[in-house]
C-alpha cells in the first residue's frame, strides 16, 4: 500500500511537470508564430499603413453604417497621435460636461464609454488604461472619410 502512495505521489509529479512544459511549449509556439507572422510582413513590404487602408477600404461602408458624427468627432481629435485623457474628450464631445448636474455627468459619461467601448470593438481607438489613442485602421478611417466628402458637418472645420 505505501508503495502505492508513493507511486501515485511520483505519477502526480510526472504529470504536473509535463503540463508545465506545455504550458512553456505553447508560449514557444506563440511566440514563434508571431515572429513567423512579422517576418512575412516584413518580407511582403506591406506597412501598417498600407495593411490600415486596406482594412479601411474593405469594411468602409460597415464602419460608416455603425459610426455617428459624435464617433468621427472623437477619431479626429485623436487624429493627432497624442494621448488624451477621458476627461479632456469627455469635455470636447460634450461642451456641457463640466457644468452638467451629477445625473446628467454620469448619464453623459456611460454614453461616452460606450462610445469608446463600441470603436475599440470596431478597431478605431485603443485604451490601453486611462488613454485613448487612435489606431492606425482609424487613421486610414478618417483619411478615406475626408476622401469621400463624409461626415462635411465634422471634418470641415
Not at 80 to 100: K, M, R, T, V, W
Amino acid at each position: 500500500m505505501v508503495n502505492q502512495n508513493c507511486e501515485l505521489t511520483v505519477a502526480t509529479d510526472f504529470v504536473e511537470d509535463r503540463s508545465m512544459d506545455a504550458t512553456v511549449i505553447a508560449a514557444m509556439i506563440s511566440a514563434g508564430t508571431q515572429v513567423g507572422v512579422s517576418l512575412f510582413d516584413k518580407w511582403s513590404g506591406r506597412t501598417d499603413d498600407q495593411k490600415a487602408r486596406k482594412y479601411a477600404k474593405k469594411h468602409y461602408d460597415v464602419l460608416r453604417g455603425l459610426t455617428s458624427d459624435n464617433c468621427m468627432r472623437l477619431l479626429k481629435r485623436l487624429e493627432d497621435g497624442q494621448n488624451h485623457s477621458i476627461d479632456e474628450l469627455l469635455a470636447h464631445l460634450y461642451g456641457e460636461y463640466p457644468e452638467a448636474r451629477h445625473a446628467e455627468q454620469k448619464r453623459l459619461r456611460a454614453e461616452f464609454e460606450y462610445r469608446l467601448f463600441f470603436m475599440w470593438l470596431l478597431g478605431l481607438l485603443t485604451r490601453p488604461i486611462r488613454q485613448v489613442y487612435i489606431t492606425e485602421a482609424g487613421k486610414a478611417f478618417v483619411s478615406l472619410a475626408r476622401e469621400r466628402r463624409e461626415y462635411s458637418k465634422v471634418l470641415s472645420g
